[in-house]
Antibody, heavy 118, light 106 residues
Framework: QVQLVESGGGVLQPGRSLRLSCAASGFTFSSSAIHWVRQAPGKGLEWVALISYDGNNKYYADSVKGRFTLSRDNSKNTLYVQMNSLRGEDTAVYYC???????????WGKGTTVTVSS | EIVLTQSPATLSLSPGERATLSCRASQSVSSYLAWYQHKPGQAPRLLIYHASNRATGIPARFSGSGSGTDFTLTISSLEPEDFAVYYCQQRSNWPLTFGGGTKVEI
């Protein structure tokens, strides 16, 4: 069964760093681009970033560009997002999602929660 | 950035009724539009991609239409499990963007 499982969320102070992971199973991870999407409390969905199947191409939303970095380890079927200089507005549930047709998201994880607060 | 505006914000309906949700883009996205269903505490689910193509396992009561700047998601006869928030999303231009959502409530 196709599955994505996020982990690594937590509570931390502004300015700190955090690394989230997304573990994949049930499909050929090394052939799939993967997105991160977040949802702040009481808000809608916001696309955050995309990494290509081989990790060579990465796209970021302006709100995280320069602070978030995507990487992947295809030997471990795992995707990472390194989040630096965290701000209160980064507080959200973070979802990873498998890409379809370079821009749609056809399989989603259940999310991991990041809370940035002093 | 392409802005997607969804209307109405909330749709109050009963099971068995027809739901019509709208998504308008600030510029043409051709047919590069998807619809997602999201329930609290759950993973979002892809319903429709390329404006009118149902994703795997999505019931036939869900249909999408439109192109350019105006799109519609129709649920022909609401089932109890369809009460949720629905988002449109475009993949025509970077960055990818979502609409603000329409809540379908009883």
């Amino acid at each position: 069964q196709v599955q994505l499982v996020e982990s690594g969320g937590g509570v931390l102070q502004p300015g700190r760093s955090l690394r989230l992971s997304c573990a994949a199973s049930g499909f050929t991870f090394s052939s799939s681009a993967i997105h991160w999407v977040r949802q702040a409390p009481g808000k809608g969905l916001e696309w955050v970033a995309l990494i290509s199947y081989d990790g060579n191409n990465k796209y970021y939303a302006d709100s995280v560009k320069g602070r978030f970095t995507l990487s992947r380890d295809n030997s471990k079927n795992t995707l990472y997002v390194q989040m630096n200089s965290l701000r209160g507005e980064d507080t959200a549930v973070y979802y990873c999602a498998k890409d379809r047709d370079l821009g749609y998201m056809d399989v989603w994880g259940k999310g991991t929660t990041v809370t940035v607060s002093s | 950035e392409i802005v997607l505006t969804q209307s109405p914000a909330t749709l109050s309906l009963s099971p068995g009724e027809r739901a019509t949700l709208s998504c308008r883009a600030s510029q043409s996205v051709s047919s590069y539009l998807a619809w997602y269903q999201h329930k609290p505490g759950q993973a979002p689910r892809l319903l429709i991609y390329h404006a009118s193509n149902r994703a795997t396992g999505i019931p036939a009561r869900f249909s999408g239409s439109g192109s350019g700047t105006d799109f519609t998601l129709t649920i022909s006869s609401l089932e109890p499990e369809d009460f949720a928030v629905y988002y449109c999303q475009q993949r025509s231009n970077w960055p990818l963007t979502f609409g603000g959502g329409t809540k379908v409530e009883i």
